[in-house]
């Protein structure tokens, strides 16, 4: 299993890092599969898996139970795990507790968290815990209220500054990574030069250091509309739905189950049972 110092070799050697989200044993399973360094129990699950409208609603407990059965998929691969809305912005000692049972209760082996400003205290309190914390710049969507939407951030340069000096800030306070979503590929590439920790980029360009996308974004599962920097290898939906109708078609016309899905009994043990 790869380590943070890992990813830093990574970037240091020019090799793609890659993450790719999960949120339950199959996902999990078919991640590490599929070769990922490092999956990510984000809180996209709220969206994709929950079927809320944003990330808000996301609890502590909806982490942790998905993370435990990410965990159970993927027993040999780096997991990082976001601490939902408001979960670190209360107290230092809030954000630690909560990350503590991220890692003590789920298993996760990090925490990711959006912004920088005030979450950088939580940041260093956390590193210096122990728990390697991956940062999150950019479209942050726990903010989206704050933020007005999901759009594209630091277009202007003044904007641009900030999260440059952002994500310096992030990799002072201790972050062994950075996941930059949806910014101009020309500020996220200044912002991957910048700093020694990898710069995950979602929407971020090709010029950093590591790509992450959303498991049912990339499959197409269940999901009606992704996003411009989403590249979606297949679309899953179709064969899903198509087989659940001829199953109901099967079921209905006594198509299923046929002689060999089916137990039987013996002779003798039929003629007791019919006299
Ligand atoms: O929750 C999530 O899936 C994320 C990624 C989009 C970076 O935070
Ligand atoms: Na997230």
């Known amino acids: 299993m790869k380590q943070t110092t890992d990813f830093l070799k990574m970037k240091e050697n020019n ?72 979960a670190y912005h209360l107290s230092v000692r809030d954000t630690l507790i909560n990350a503590g049972r991220l890692m003590q209760d789920a298993g996760a082996h990090a925490v990711k968290l959006e912004g920088a400003d005030s979450v950088l205290e939580k940041i260093t309190a956390l590193t210096q815990a122990g728990i390697p914390v991956c940062g999150h710049l950019g479209l ?46 020309q500020l996220a590439e200044k912002i991957a030069k910048s700093i020694a920790i990898p710069v995950i980029g979602i929407g971020a360009g090709l010029y950093v250091d590591g790509q992450v996308l959303v498991y049912h974004d990339v499959l197409g599962y269940g999901v009606d509309r992704v996003p411009k920097f989403v590249k979606q290898y297949h679309s899953v939906n179709p064969f899903m739905i198509e087989s659940i109708q001829a199953y109901t078609s099967e079921v209905k016309n006594n198509q299923f189950p046929e002689d060999k899905h089916s ?5 003798e043990e039929l003629k007791v049972l019919y006299g």
């Open 15 to 86: 090799e793609k890092i890659v993450m790719l989200t999960a949120y339950d044993y199959p996902s999990g399973k078919q991640a590490e599969q599929g070769g990922v360094d490092m999956i990510l129990v984000g809180d996209s699950l709220g969206m994709v898996v929950l079927g809320y409208d944003s990330t808000i609603p996301v609890t502590m407990e909806d982490m942790i139970h998905h993370t435990k059965a990410v965990k159970r998929g993927a027993k040999d691969t780096f997991i990082v795990t976001d601490l939902p809305f408001l």
């Open 140 to 185: 942050t969507p726990q903010s989206v209220g704050v933020l007005g939407g999901y759009k594209v951030q630091g277009k202007d340069a003044h904007a641009a500054q900030k999260l440059l000096d952002d994500a310096q800030k992030v990799e002072e306070a201790g972050a062994f990574a950075l996941v930059l979503e949806c910014v101009p590929k």
């Open 263 to 267: 137990f039987t009994m013996k002779e």
